[in-house]
């Protein structure tokens, strides 16, 4: 069964304002997504991102599934960066709340736009990469979203041999078919699966199918992160010819569209 409110207050614990203070390192107050609280619980800015040391992407993964259930996919995929550099660092990591992203659930409030799974990531890479490279790490993030196989091969092995122990609700334990979704946003991706499995949306199935990409997004992101705190992330996102063609009329004011065109729109010419 779902996680109760007791077992879910223990993903989203808090610890005392002394002790947090104290495992920060600050002496006037404590730091909470970006906000450093003083003594007169007076905001002050800081654009310094948190630390970081390197995560095991498989142990993401099963808690971004965990995650899923307790609160959607996008508290699950922040929930499963946080709460792993919590438990390697602590500190400012304590206090960091996790339901803040029960509002990216099915695309925004079931609106089926980004999907809550690269949202959540997103969020997570945003609070340890600095202002420079947020962007670019999360360009990477969604682009791989857009076209991989989801679930993974890693996510299925996973969940068919029965080994999502944290998660307390029963899911099916069994391999799940994969699609690619050509596009970030949530809507596009389950319609994508739903069409390439002949699963309904509302068939347990298919929840259990957006648990394991919850999981996937985590993974990827935390394998993101590693690879950019080490120095040897690649930049492989890149235009498609179809993209680079509907360029020659369709170049915008604010930059280049990142999503696949034909995603939303039939094709005019030719590539």
């Not at 498989?58 to 307790?70: A, F, S, T």
């Not at 992203?101 to 409030?109: E, K, N």
Request: net charge neutral.
């Amino acid at each position: 069964m779902v996680k109760t409110n007791k077992e879910t207050n223990l993903l989203e614990k808090s610890i005392s304002r002394r002790t947090f203070i104290k495992g920060a390192g600050i002496a006037t107050g404590a730091v909470v997504g970006g906000i450093a609280l003083t003594s007169a619980a007076e905001p002050v800015v800081t654009e310094d991102p948190l630390p970081y040391k390197t995560l095991d992407t498989k142990d993401v993964l099963i808690r971004g599934h965990e995650g899923y259930y307790v609160g959607g996919c996008c508290y699950g995929a922040y929930y499963a960066i946080m709460s792993a550099l919590r438990d390697l660092i602590g500190g400012p990591y304590e206090d960091v709340q996790y339901r803040t992203m029960r509002y990216g659930g099915a695309g925004i409030a079931g609106w089926g736009t980004i999907c809550g799974a690269e949202n959540g990531a997103c969020a997570a890479i945003a609070t340890v990469v600095p202002n420079k490279d947020i962007s670019k790490v999360c360009n990477e993030l969604l682009y791989w979203y857009s076209n991989a196989q989801l679930p993974t091969d890693e996510a299925n092995k996973i969940g068919a041999a029965g080994n999502y122990t944290r998660t307390t609700k029963e899911y099916p334990a069994i391999d799940l078919p994969q699609s690619v979704a050509s596009s970030p946003l949530c809507h596009a991706s389950v319609a994508n699966w739903c069409k390439a499995s002949g699963i309904a949306e509302n068939d347990k199935k298919r929840l259990e199918r957006c648990a394991r990409v919850t999981g996937d997004a985590a993974a990827k992101a935390a394998e993101l992160l590693n690879d950019y705190f080490a120095g040897t992330i690649k930049y492989v996102a890149a235009y498609s010819p179809m993209q680079e063609s509907c360029f020659r009329c369709h170049s915008g004011t604010v930059g280049k569209p990142k999503m696949d065109c034909l995603s939303c729109h039939d094709g005019h010419m030719d590539y």
